[in-house]
C-alpha cells in the first residue's frame, strides 16, 4: 500500500511538472510570435502628435452693448486684423485639442443715445482658446474638422478716450470652430479656420466724473488663414 502511495505521488509531481513546462513553453511561443512581424505584414508607425499653424486672422466685432443707467445706449468696436498662432495635439487621428495664441485691441465706441461720446476708449484682448476638435481622415489630403471649446479673454492696456476712466473686465466665454487643413506633403498644409467666440465682459466707465456701468457684447468672429505643420 505504501508503495503504491508513492507511486500515486510520484505520478501527480511529474504531471504538474509535466504541465508547468508546457504552461511556460506556450507562453514563450505566444511572446516570440507577438514581437516578430509576420510575413507580409505592413508595420504602421504612429505619426507625431504634434502640429502647429500660423494665420493671419481678421476679428469682426458684433457691434452691440449698453451702459446699464442710460436707455437706448449702444457700442460698436473696430474690426482688426492680427497674427496667429495654434498648437493642437492628435490624442488619436480624429481627436484633437487645440490652443489658439494671439492679441489684438479694439476702439469702443458709444452710439445711440451715448453717441455723442464718441470714443469712448481703446482695450487690448489676449483671448486665449481652447477647443476640443473631431477631424474627418476620409478624404485624402483634404481634412476638415469641427471643434468647440472655451476661450477666456484678459484685457490689458486700456485707456480712455473722451471718457475720463475705462476698465474692461477679464471673462470666460464659449467657443465653436469649423475649419480644415490641405496637406501638401506629410508635413506642410494650408489652413482655413472659423472660430465664433461669445464674449460679453462687463465694463466700469467714468463720464464727467459719473461712474457707469455696462456690457460690451463683443461676440466676434475670428476668420483665419495660413499655414500647417505637422511635427
Not at 508607425?45 to 446699464?68: F, H, K, M
Not at 479694439?106 to 476638435?133: F, H, R, S
Not at 474692461?168 to 467657443?175: E, K, L, P, Q, W
Request: glycine share 10%; net charge negative.
Amino acid at each position: 500500500m505504501a508503495r503504491k502511495r508513492m507511486g500515486v505521488a510520484r505520478g501527480v509531481t511529474a504531471a504538474i511538472v509535466l504541465i508547468l513546462t508546457g504552461q511556460q513553453a506556450v507562453a514563450a511561443e505566444l511572446a516570440q510570435s507577438a514581437s516578430v512581424p509576420q510575413a507580409g505584414a505592413a508595420v504602421t508607425e504612429w505619426p507625431n502628435p504634434w502640429q502647429v499653424r500660423l494665420r493671419a486672422l481678421g476679428v469682426i466685432t458684433e457691434d452691440s452693448g449698453y451702459v446699464n443707467a442710460v436707455p437706448g445706449s449702444d457700442l460698436s468696436y473696430s474690426n482688426t486684423v492680427t497674427p496667429e498662432l495654434d498648437i493642437s495635439y492628435y490624442f488619436t487621428d480624429n481627436i484633437a485639442t487645440e490652443l489658439i495664441l494671439g492679441t489684438t485691441y479694439a476702439n469702443i465706441e458709444g452710439q445711440g443715445a451715448i453717441g455723442a461720446v464718441g470714443n469712448v476708449g481703446k482695450v487690448w484682448l489676449l483671448p486665449p482658446t481652447l477647443t476640443l476638435q473631431y477631424h474627418f481622415t476620409n478624404f485624402g489630403a483634404f481634412k476638415p474638422y469641427v471643434g468647440a471649446g472655451v476661450n477666456y479673454t484678459i484685457f490689458y492696456n486700456q485707456h480712455a478716450g473722451s471718457a475720463d476712466a475705462l476698465k474692461v473686465d477679464n471673462t470666460f466665454g464659449t467657443a465653436l470652430q469649423v475649419g480644415f487643413d490641405y496637406m501638401v506633403d506629410q508635413h506642410w498644409g494650408v489652413n482655413f479656420d472659423v472660430k465664433k467666440l461669445f464674449l460679453k465682459p462687463d465694463f466700469d466707465v467714468t463720464v464727467d466724473g459719473a461712474k457707469q456701468t455696462g456690457k460690451a457684447e463683443l461676440d466676434p468672429w475670428l476668420i483665419g488663414a495660413g499655414v500647417t505643420y505637422r511635427f
